[in-house]
């Protein structure tokens, strides 16, 4: 058996139409391409799904990829049905027959019919029973009184599947009788116009490019039943994935199948196995070793060409899950978000007043008679408000029957049984239409968006429960050099303690990512690879400061170069030294400058975009404010100057020294001032363009 690169799973359904709306008990395809999961998809009918088959088979042969569909009925009948059907045991003879009787339209089909048909041609009552239509159908009893038609009730599979309905019943929760006397005759027209690219699992070799397969969702219930919402839906998807994510030998195993009649259930006895691949935290492939790789020739990189590099090379690196809203606030969407209701989902009141219909008024002031009770927030009311008459209403209560207007309680003179107002009132008047602020099935929040508290709400609303998310960024920190000791133990002559860690720390916490402190490393090779093992073993990112030139000292770039995965980036930046960019272990690495103004700048500028863009936020550019310039400054041409800066009384104004040895100057600034890369003159009052701190941390 070849590699499949594709795998499919169908969930199937008998029933007529179910409608444009996503819903349960419908049919449903999901796919898993090179390891990559598709949203699934919804089809309404057996006809769509049918041309959504062809389409997919069709994509995958013109791509030459292998293609594997499960299928969630039965392939086969219990033995001896296929020879009193046709007169030959050969499954495929069943399927023929089968294509050639039911008739089949979306809004209904023959299935009952040609069950009862079939019972015609065995001896006794049955095999088959349920019928679904008001009719009677000869031969097809509604109740299970059949008897004496020679057929097992199960197959060999069935047998030792748990719960596992027999193909004979017809109709009724969990039945899948139906299925397969409208299934088969698909596979059987996908058989014909794909002929010779097609195999049938386990009537015949796999040994095509296409191969179908009878698998059963219910297989990985355990993963599935906690998802809720749609679970047909998820069922394809984890399937679909799960047969993917398999070993090639596991899966050659699962397929050494000899049911020649029959058929079988693949996976049967393999469900642990399966429920495992299936684990909803889904973890990209590592980034390639060469993601850091400047063009040759480059020498000094522009800091929007270093930018325009990164974005291009990098991916995102965490997995996927689901989170309940109480614990979505900060995490990265994964998938859009649909609203699974209105908001708000009825018409309703925006005041309290008095409700009616505005078509009931007449010329000129109104006297309208009051009906009993009234509408409230969550208790409507119970009837429909007669023409010509009012209800009193209270601000968010739905709109009863018979009303679409509603007047101020303040604009009304209420009398016994009655109220009087002046006339002007417009048709509508101070309510709210349903749907009017989210229609349902309307698209909510789009995937990269990091979740606010007013996202939290919105999702409430709309009836939304949990949220696909990115697994949260786990960026790991160490600080480099014999020279480091930690704030307040006593420092050596020539020590100076570690200011690097805790900022960068904080800054990684302060994007919304977890942070993990592995210390200060000494000028020790040794000690520094087993810190970089212990990082890429529980990171996804690990930022490093010092050590990132091409010194005697300079471990951390000797490393990377030692792993045949560095880059050196001399960015035309400052304050800024060269940027060492490399992977160990399959992990990022983005070796700071050990100065700390350096080391910040260097982390908001490249660490900041990049690290975003790792989690699933995608990548974005701070946003900057121009304003007027509350200095002078001359700068030479050759590199891109980032000042230390706030705003006071409307002007940037910038730290009194630019040595990047002053780390006083980066808590004095709220943000920085960004100078371009040519020549420039600033006087007082120039505009100049100012990014906030902020702006690094929300954008």
Same mark, same amino acid.
């Given at each position: 058996?070849?590699?499949?690169?594709?795998?499919?799973?169908?969930?199937?359904?008998?029933?007529?139409?179910?409608?444009?709306?996503?819903?349960?008990?419908?049919?449903?395809?999901?796919?898993?391409?090179?390891?990559?999961?598709?949203?699934?998809?919804?089809?309404?009918n057996?006809?769509?799904?049918?041309?959504?088959?062809?389409a997919?088979?069709?994509?995958?042969?013109?791509?030459?990829?292998r293609?594997?569909?499960?299928?969630?009925f039965?392939?086969?009948?219990?033995?001896?049905?296929a020879?009193?059907?046709?007169?030959?045991?050969?499954?495929?003879?069943?399927?023929?027959?089968?294509?050639?009787?039911?008739?089949?339209?979306?809004?209904?089909?023959?299935?009952?019919?040609?069950?009862?048909?079939?019972?015609?041609?065995?001896?006794?009552?049955?095999?088959?029973?349920?019928?679904?239509?008001?009719?009677?159908?000869?031969?097809?009893?509604?109740?299970?009184?059949?008897?004496?038609?020679?057929?097992?009730?199960?197959?060999?599979?069935?047998?030792?599947?748990?719960?596992?309905?027999?193909?004979?019943?017809?109709?009724?929760?969990?039945?899948v009788?139906?299925?397969?006397?409208?299934?088969?005759?698909?596979?059987?027209?996908?058989?014909?116009?794909?002929?010779?690219?097609?195999?049938?699992?386990?009537?015949?070799?796999?040994?095509?490019?296409?191969?179908?397969?009878?698998?059963?969702?219910?297989?990985?219930?355990?993963?599935?039943?906690?998802?809720?919402?749609?679970?047909?839906?998820?069922?394809?998807?984890?399937?679909?994935?799960?047969?993917?994510?398999?070993?090639?030998?596991?899966?050659?195993?699962?397929?050494?199948?000899?049911?020649?009649?029959?058929?079988?259930?693949?996976?049967l006895?393999?469900?642990?196995?399966?429920?495992?691949?299936?684990?909803?935290?889904?973890?990209?492939?590592?980034?390639?070793?060469?993601?850091?790789?400047?063009?040759?020739?480059?020498?000094?990189?522009?800091?929007?060409?270093?930018?325009?590099?990164?974005?291009?090379?990098?991916?995102?690196?965490?997995?996927?899950?689901?989170?309940p809203?109480?614990?979505?606030?900060?995490?990265?969407?994964?998938?859009?978000?649909?609203?699974?209701?209105?908001?708000?989902?009825?018409?309703?009141?925006?005041?309290?007043?008095?409700?009616?219909?505005?078509?009931?008024?007449?010329?000129?002031?109104?006297?309208?008679?009051?009906?009993?009770?009234?509408?409230?927030a969550g208790?409507?009311?119970?009837?429909?408000?007669?023409?010509?008459? *009012?209800? !009193?209403?209270?601000?968010? =209560?739905? #709109?009863?029957? +018979?009303?679409? @207007?509603?007047?101020?309680? /303040? $604009? %009304?003179?209420?009398? *016994?049984? !009655?109220?009087?107002?002046? =006339?002007? #009132?417009?048709? +509508?008047?101070? @309510?709210?239409?349903?749907g /009017? $602020? %989210?229609?349902?099935? *309307?698209?909510?929040?789009?995937?990269?968006?990091?979740?606010?508290?007013?996202?939290?709400?919105?999702?409430?609303?709309?009836? %939304?429960?949990?949220l696909?998310?990115?697994?949260?960024?786990?960026?790991?920190?160490?600080?480099?050099?014999?020279?480091?000791?930690?704030?307040?133990?006593?420092?050596?002559?020539?020590?100076?303690?570690?200011?690097?860690?805790?900022?960068?720390?904080?800054?990684?916490?302060?994007?919304?990512?977890?942070?993990?402190?592995?210390?200060?490393?000494?000028?020790?090779?040794?000690?520094?690879?087993?810190?970089?093992?212990?990082?890429?073993?529980?990171?996804?990112?690990?930022?490093?400061?010092?050590?990132?030139?091409?010194?005697?000292?300079?471990?951390?770039?000797?490393?990377?170069?030692?792993?045949?995965?560095?880059?050196?980036?001399?960015?035309?930046?400052?304050?800024g030294?060269?940027?060492?960019?490399?992977?160990?272990?399959?992990?990022?690495?983005?070796?700071?400058?050990?100065?700390?103004?350096?080391?910040?700048?260097?982390?908001?500028?490249?660490?900041?975009?990049?690290?975003?863009?790792?989690?699933?936020?995608?990548?974005?550019?701070?946003?900057?404010?121009?304003?007027?310039?509350?200095?002078?400054?001359?700068?030479?041409?050759?590199?891109?100057?980032?000042?230390?800066?706030?705003?006071?009384?409307?002007?940037?104004?910038?730290?009194?020294?630019?040595?990047?040895?002053?780390?006083?100057?980066?808590s004095?600034?709220e943000?920085?001032?960004?100078?371009?890369?040519?020549?420039?003159?600033?006087?007082?009052?120039?505009?100049?363009?100012?990014?906030?701190?902020?702006?690094?941390?929300?954008?």
């Amino acid at each position: 058996m070849n590699r499949f690169d594709t795998f499919a799973m169908l969930d199937w359904s008998g029933g007529n139409d179910t409608g444009a709306r996503p819903c349960r008990d419908a049919i449903w395809l999901g796919v898993t391409r090179d390891g990559v999961d598709e949203a699934p998809m919804y089809l309404r009918n057996r006809a769509e799904a049918e041309a959504a088959l062809v389409a997919l088979i069709a994509a995958e042969l013109a791509a030459g990829r292998r293609l594997l569909i499960g299928v969630d009925f039965p392939f086969g009948f219990p033995a001896g049905f296929a020879r009193g059907l046709t007169g030959c045991d050969n499954p495929f003879a069943v399927w023929d027959w089968l294509e050639t009787v039911i008739e089949d339209a979306p809004g209904g089909n023959n299935r009952f019919d040609v069950a009862g048909e079939i019972n015609g041609r065995f001896p006794g009552v049955g095999p088959f029973w349920f019928n679904g239509l008001k009719r009677e159908i000869a031969g097809l009893p509604r109740k299970d009184t059949r008897a004496g038609h020679g057929m097992t009730e199960r197959r060999a599979a069935e047998a030792r599947a748990p719960g596992a309905f027999t193909c004979w019943q017809m109709g009724g929760a969990g039945a899948v009788g139906g299925q397969v006397l409208t299934g088969l005759p698909v596979l059987n027209r996908l058989r014909r116009r794909f002929y010779g690219q097609v195999s049938v699992w386990p009537f015949e070799v796999l040994d095509k490019p296409v191969a179908l397969v009878e698998i059963w969702p219910g297989l990985i219930n355990a993963a599935v039943k906690p998802l809720g919402e749609i679970r047909d839906a998820h069922q394809v998807r984890l399937m679909a994935r799960a047969l993917a994510r398999l070993p090639q030998e596991q899966l050659a195993e699962m397929l050494a199948v000899d049911a020649p009649e029959e058929g079988w259930i693949l996976g049967l006895g393999y469900e642990a196995a399966l429920i495992a691949a299936c684990d909803d935290v889904l973890k990209p492939p590592p980034l390639r070793n060469d993601c850091f790789a400047l063009p040759a020739g480059v020498d000094w990189t522009p800091v929007d060409d270093a930018l325009a590099l990164l974005q291009d090379r990098l991916r995102p690196v965490v997995g996927q899950t689901r989170a309940p809203l109480a614990q979505a606030l900060g995490r990265v969407l994964a998938a859009p978000v649909t609203a699974l209701r209105a908001n708000p989902p009825e018409a309703n009141t925006a005041v309290d007043g008095y409700g009616f219909a505005h078509a009931s008024l007449t010329a000129g002031d109104q006297t309208l008679p009051l009906v009993e009770g009234r509408a409230a927030a969550g208790v409507p009311y119970p009837g429909s408000v007669p023409s010509g008459h *009012a209800v !009193r209403v209270l601000t968010g =209560a739905a #709109l009863p029957e +018979g009303v679409d @207007t509603v007047i101020l309680q /303040e $604009d %009304v003179t209420l009398g *016994a049984g !009655r109220i009087a107002f002046r =006339a002007g #009132l417009k048709p +509508g008047a101070n @309510t709210r239409r349903a749907g /009017e $602020d %989210v229609a349902a099935d *309307a698209p909510v929040l789009a995937p990269g968006r990091v979740i606010s508290p007013a996202d939290l709400a919105l999702c409430a609303a709309v009836g %939304v429960a949990d949220l696909p998310v990115h697994e949260q960024l786990r960026v790991a920190v160490i600080s480099t050099g014999d020279e480091l000791v930690e704030a307040g133990h006593p420092a050596r002559p020539g020590q100076i303690y570690d200011a690097n860690r805790p900022m960068l720390l904080g800054l990684v916490g302060q994007m919304g990512y977890a942070p993990l402190d592995l210390g200060r490393i000494a000028d020790d090779r040794a000690a520094l690879r087993v810190a970089l093992d212990r990082a890429a073993e529980n990171s996804d990112a690990i930022l490093t400061s010092g050590g990132a030139s091409s010194g005697d000292e300079d471990h951390v770039s000797a490393l990377l170069n030692e792993a045949g995965a560095m880059a050196e980036w001399r960015i035309a930046l400052k304050p800024g030294r060269p940027l060492a960019l490399g992977l160990w272990r399959g992990v990022p690495v983005f070796g700071l400058p050990g100065n700390p103004v350096a080391a910040l700048v260097c982390a908001l500028i490249f660490a900041r975009p990049a690290l975003r863009l790792l989690s699933g936020a995608g990548w974005s550019v701070p946003q900057g404010f121009h304003v007027p310039a509350g200095f002078e400054k001359r700068k030479k041409p050759g590199r891109r100057e980032y000042l230390r800066a706030r705003i006071r009384e409307g002007r940037a104004e910038v730290f009194a020294s630019e040595g990047s040895g002053r780390i006083s100057g980066l808590s004095w600034a709220e943000g920085l001032v960004e100078l371009p890369d040519g020549a420039v003159t600033i006087q007082p009052g120039d505009p100049v363009r100012y990014i906030p701190y902020a702006s690094f941390l929300s954008a």
